[in-house]
């Protein structure tokens, strides 16, 4: 079967059913309306549960924690979360350090929110309210400025949108050039009568839209809309009695990437970049600009100036998997067992073509490797070394 084939077959649980736009987004404004006194508890004490060994709890936070960890924003980086609902996820994103603004398009939910919010911040008294804000409106006719966020987060949140291709429209719109966006939720697949059955009970019990998206569709979407550097994951969470110590993730994993939407994408940079076009024309110039060396303590300190002469953006995210830029000091040739390599060392910030950046390390050189002489390079991690594509390393004697 065909990928074609296969997205216009296998798109979302509710591809093709009835219900207009209008109808389920009135159906999300309704929502809280029909809890039952225990829902409302609930939402006003959610992550925490009332099972018997806390499962959901835990699910929860792990699911949530191993996202944020992995997108891994600063302290201080705007963050959009779409779907806030009673609002225990903004709590920790708060809590994190981020400026965060808030999609939610039922009114109850807002208020929910707000309250947690507010009593959140006055529980922890430096935590600065202001920097919080919950709208009232869908993603999707939403006009918050363009090129805002560092990341957009989906916690259990990117099935209930109902048109996903202008939501992720606006999710690139949204996004700073080199933001993130992360989605941690179930998938679908179809067949799974359980699954199934469930969605079928929530929609015909509170009206609201229940679409998980295949992981085909998502990719293909995330694809289309221009998106870089897709990525899935596999979760594994908790502690592992040693003799299980030679399993594999697949062995261990709570959720399989193929099983569920865990994925984090970027959008690119304006000037292209290393990481979604390896093929792009890169070149550095790289120079000394201080060289001090202790003999006697053997530490060998430089201030060395980076010149980006190519037409790719040196991205600096460490949490990337590839096609993010380190500094490589090394001794010898590559691939030769002479070579002997320093821990590298990440960029400041992003250096856009044109661009000079100022870096300073100190090293520790082993006795026997003082007398060699020892190489700056650049390395697009996990595609290429610089000085493979034309640039000159900087030769150090020490």
């Not at 929502?31 to 959901?56: H, T």
């Not at 990719?219 to 550097?229: E, M, N, P, Q, R």
């Not at 000091?329 to 821990?343: A, C, I, T, W």
């Amino acid at each position: 079967m065909g990928r074609e084939e296969k997205i216009n077959r296998f798109e979302r649980y509710l591809t093709g059913k009835e219900g207009t736009y209008e109808t389920w987004i009135k159906a999300a404004k309704d929502y809280v309306g029909k809890f039952d006194e225990g829902q409302l508890a609930y939402m006003s004490l959610k992550p925490f549960g009332g099972d018997m060994f806390n499962e959901s709890y835990f699910t929860l936070m792990y699911n949530l924690l191993n996202l944020l960890k992995q997108i891994s924003l600063q302290r201080g980086s705007r963050v959009l979360e779409v779907g806030s609902g009673p609002g225990w996820v903004t709590e920790i994103l708060m809590g994190l350090g981020y400026k965060v603004d808030c999609l939610e398009p039922s009114e109850d939910f807002v208020d929910f929110a707000r309250t947690r919010i507010a009593s959140y911040a006055k529980h922890l008294k430096y935590i600065d309210f202001s920097k919080v804000k919950v709208y009232c409106e869908t993603l999707e006719q939403c006009s918050l400025p363009t090129d805002t966020y560092d990341g957009i987060i989906f916690f259990d949140a990117l099935h209930h949108i109902v048109d996903e291709k202008k939501g992720l429209d606006q999710c690139y719109r949204l996004l700073k050039p080199g933001g993130c966006i992360g989605i941690s939720e179930g998938a679908w697949l179809p067949g799974d009568q359980q699954l199934e059955d469930f969605l079928d009970q929530e929609i015909k019990r509170f009206g609201t839209y229940e679409s998980p998206f295949t992981i085909d569709y998502l990719d293909y979407l995330l694809d289309s809309k221009g998106f870089v550097a897709i990525e899935r994951y596999n979760q594994v969470n908790g502690l592992f009695p040693v003799w299980r110590e030679n399993q594999t993730v697949r062995q261990i994993a709570d959720s399989l990437a193929e099983l569920s939407n865990i994925v984090i994408a970027y959008k690119p940079y304006k000037n292209g970049s290393t990481l979604d076009n390896p093929f792009g024309f890169t070149s550095a110039e790289i120079k000394l600009i201080r060289k001090q060396f202790d003999h006697n303590k053997r530490l060998a300190n430089f201030a060395v100036e980076l010149i980006n002469q190519g037409d790719t953006v040196w991205i600096n995210n460490r949490t990337r998997q590839k096609g993010f830029v380190t500094l490589a000091f090394y001794q010898g040739k590559l691939g030769k067992s002479n070579f002997r390599e320093m821990p590298r060392t990440f960029l400041p910030e992003p250096v856009h073509p044109g661009q000079k950046a100022v870096i300073d390390v100190q090293y520790y050189i082993p006795k026997d490797r003082i007398n060699e002489p020892w190489y700056f390079d650049l390395v697009n991690e996990e595609y290429y070394w610089f000085s493979t594509r034309g640039t000159n390393p900087l030769k150090i004697e020490l």
